[in-house]
């Protein structure tokens, strides 16, 4: 399995190390997109956002839930109108569960593009790696880092959940009887900043 995480942290960090490059085509899930939004509800404006940046994305439900499918398909240059739901538990009473009408006009399109996985990607990423092999050989030690900071937390947390429920733990004598003069002293103080004394006290409620 360590292989397998390797390349696949491996692949995730070249994407990210990736710059954002405009590209001529349609808008895909991951695209970088520049534009201009207009949002209505009842024929009043909600939205009205010019050269906003937004990354569609399948689990993103901003402005409303649907909204990053509608987008997919648009050409630089080019709109779409299109209507959705506001959810019903929207913070704004206003727009609750309501149709809002869109109107979204693409500016601009761009999309990571990343360089080969090579020595020369190692080197560039850190002066420390000499090779694609030096960064996988880091990557791995981390990996295999956190597996076993992950494997000892458990194991002491399962410890821990023994002790608390099979263990019975029974406190000395003598520090019982510290808390109960703690206690004893505490009341005392609280009657007598009333003025009462605790002797008083004690024969009142007969104890």
């Keep these: 399995l360590l292989p397998d995480q390797v390349e696949k942290a491996l692949e995730e960090l070249k994407v990210r190390k990736a710059p954002w490059e405009p590209v001529d085509r349609a808008v895909v899930f991951g ?3 520049t534009i201009d939004i207009q949002g209505s509800v009842d ?3 909600v939205i009205n956002e010019t050269g906003a940046t937004y990354s569609p994305e399948p689990a993103i439900q901003y402005p409303v839930p649907g909204f990053s499918e509608q987008l997919l398909g648009i050409t630089k240059g ?3 109108e299109f209507k959705l739901h506001f959810p019903d538990d929207h913070p704004d009473p ?3 569960a309501k ?3 869109f109107n979204v006009l693409v500016k601009e399109i761009k999309a990571k593009n990343p360089p080969p996985l090579d020595d020369e990607f190692a080197r560039n990423l850190d002066e420390q790696y000499e090779s694609l092999e030096d960064l996988r050989s880091k990557i791995a030690k981390e990996i295999e880092s956190r597996a076993k900071a992950e494997s000892d937390r458990k194991y002491e947390e399962s410890i821990m959940e023994a002790l608390r429920t099979r263990a019975t733990i029974e406190a000395p004598p003598n520090l019982t009887e510290r808390e109960i003069d703690h206690l004893i002293m505490e009341e005392a103080r609280a009657l007598a900043s009333n ?3 605790f ?3 004690l024969k009142a409620i007969g104890k």
Excluded: H, M, P, T
């Design 31 to 33: 695209d970088l997109l």
């Design 199 to 201: 002797d008083n006290y």
């Design 94 to 96: 206003a727009v609750a």
């Design 78 to 80: 080019n709109g779409k």
């Design 43 to 45: 024929s009043k404006s």
């Design 195 to 197: 003025g009462i004394k």
């Design 99 to 101: 149709e809002c009408a």
